[in-house]
């Protein structure tokens, strides 16, 4: 086999893993086991949300953490190398906010961000569509899209 044709099917393979670690199966059960360790019922997969939170990580080819300030609740996320750079990192980099969030008070610790994780579990919530995209400076940019939105102000997730 020539070096062009090894080359391609390696890239072909590792594409292929890439979209597969991206998923819309691995956003949702991520999402799911989250939410129904709050006991709040399951998040479903959404194309249109899916479809607008492509066309806005394709935007995001510098990386940058800024919210696309659309109708929906968001969750953003840029990771690089090797385990930052699937859907299963950006998940649970969001759901490991939940250590940071006091129900009794219904606001996150002080000095900590704990909203990525209230916007999962979010019980209004019944609707998900994510997207990732690579970045020019190597990275990934992920961001998951919900509908309808959550963390209102004064009001507790479940």
């Known amino acids: 086999m020539s070096k062009k044709v090894l080359l391609c099917v390696l890239g072909l393979g590792l594409a292929l893993i890439c979209h597969a670690q991206n998923s819309t199966q691995v ?3 991520l999402h799911n086991a ?3 360790a709050a006991g709040v019922g399951p998040l479903q997969w959404n194309s249109s949300l899916e479809a607008y939170a492509r ?14 300030e659309g109708p ?11 385990g930052f750079m699937d859907a299963e990192a950006a998940v649970r980099y969001w759901v490991d906010e939940k250590d940071y969030y006091d129900y009794n008070t219904n606001s996150c610790l002080k000095g900590k961000d704990c909203l990525h994780y209230t916007q999962i579990v979010w019980k209004n919530s019944k609707n998900l ?6 970045c020019s400076n190597g990275g990934m940019f992920t961001t998951c899209n919900y509908y309808p939105p959550g963390n209102y102000v004064g009001e507790r997730p479940y």
């Open 27 to 29: 956003f949702l059960d």
């Open 34 to 36: 989250a939410r129904r």
């Open 55 to 68: 066309k806005y990580a394709n935007q995001r080819y510098d990386c940058q953490l800024i919210h696309s």
């Open 72 to 82: 929906y609740g968001e969750n953003i996320y840029w990771g690089y190398g090797q």
């Open 129 to 134: 569509g994510c997207a990732s995209s690579h």
